[in-house]
T-cell receptor, first 113, second 108 residues
Framework: NAGVMQNPRHLVRRRGQEARLRCSPM?????VYWYRQLPEEGLKFMVY????????ESGMPKERFSAEFPKEGPSILRIQQVVRGDSAAYFC???????????FGPGTRLLVL | QQPVQSPQAVILREGEDAVINCSSS?????VHWYRQKHGEAPVFLMI?????EQKGHEKISASFNEKKQQSSLYLTASQLSYSGTYFC?????????FGPGTRLSVLP
C-alpha cells in the first residue's frame, strides 16, 4: 500500500511565476490536509479538503492561494504570482476521516528566487 | 486556536525519561501526537480520544485528561532515535490544529 505521494519534491520558481503542488493520498483516504512549514518552525494548517469539497480553508491566504481535490486525480495546491515569502516546505497529509490519524507525504520544498 | 506545548525544548541523556505536555483552551474530542525528524515528514505516533485513556507505543505512552483539556506524552528510557520535534494536534469540532512543537534531543 503506497503512502502519501507528493510531487515535485523540490520546486524552484522566480517571483511572479505559478507553483503547482500535487498530493496523492493513501489508497482509501478521502480527506486531505495541506500544511506549510518554515525552517525550524511548526506546521501551519492551510486547508482541509474532502473529495470535491473544501471543508476548511481558514489557514489559507485569501489571495494567490487555492486548493482543490477533484473526484479523479491528486489534490493540488496552487500558488499564483509567488513571492519570496512563499518559500517553505509544503506537506500534505491524508486520513480516512476527520480526527483519524494523518499520514504525511514527504513534502515539497518550494524556493522562490 | 493553537494548543500550547511545554517545554519548548528538552535535552536528555540516553536512558532518561521525559514528559511533554499539550493543553488547549477548547473542548477537545481527540489529541494526536506526531514526531518529526530534521528534514523529514511528521510521523503519526498515537491518538487519544475523549475518555481519559492512556495509550502506549513501545516505550512511548500518552494520557488525555478531557476535563483539563490536557494531554501528556511520556518517553521512558529514551533512545537516540527519539530525537526530533514532537507535535500534538488537537481536534475540536471540524477543526484540527497542531501545537508549536517540542524539540527533544537525546545525547549519548
Amino acid at each position: 500500500n503506497a503512502g502519501v505521494m507528493q510531487n515535485p519534491r523540490h520546486l524552484v520558481r522566480r517571483r511572479g511565476q505559478e507553483a503547482r503542488l500535487r498530493c496523492s493520498p493513501m489508497k482509501g483516504h478521502s480527506h486531505v490536509y495541506w500544511y506549510r512549514q518554515l525552517p525550524e518552525e511548526g506546521l501551519k494548517f492551510m486547508v482541509y479538503l474532502q473529495k470535491e469539497n473544501i471543508i476548511d480553508e481558514s489557514g489559507m491566504p485569501k489571495e494567490r492561494f487555492s486548493a482543490e481535490f477533484p473526484k479523479e486525480g491528486p489534490s493540488i495546491l496552487r500558488i499564483q504570482q509567488v513571492v519570496r515569502g512563499d518559500s517553505a516546505a509544503y506537506f500534505c497529509a491524508s486520513s480516512p476521516n476527520l480526527g483519524w490519524a494523518q499520514y504525511f507525504g514527504p513534502g515539497t520544498r518550494l524556493l522562490v528566487l | 486556536q493553537q494548543p500550547v506545548q511545554s517545554p519548548q525544548a528538552v535535552i536528555l541523556r540516553e536512558g532518561e525519561d521525559a514528559v511533554i505536555n499539550c493543553s488547549s483552551s477548547k473542548a477537545l474530542y481527540s489529541v494526536h501526537w506526531y514526531r518529526q525528524k530534521h528534514g523529514e515528514a511528521p510521523v503519526f505516533l498515537m491518538i487519544l480520544l475523549k475518555g481519559g485513556e492512556q495509550k502506549g507505543h513501545e516505550k512511548i505512552s500518552a494520557s488525555f485528561n478531557e476535563k483539563k483539556q490536557q494531554s501528556s506524552l511520556y518517553l521512558t528510557a529514551s533512545q537516540l532515535s527519539y530525537s526530533g520535534t514532537y507535535f500534538c494536534g488537537t481536534e475540536s469540532g471540524q477543526n484540527f490544529v497542531f501545537g508549536p512543537g517540542t524539540r527533544l534531543s537525546v545525547l549519548p
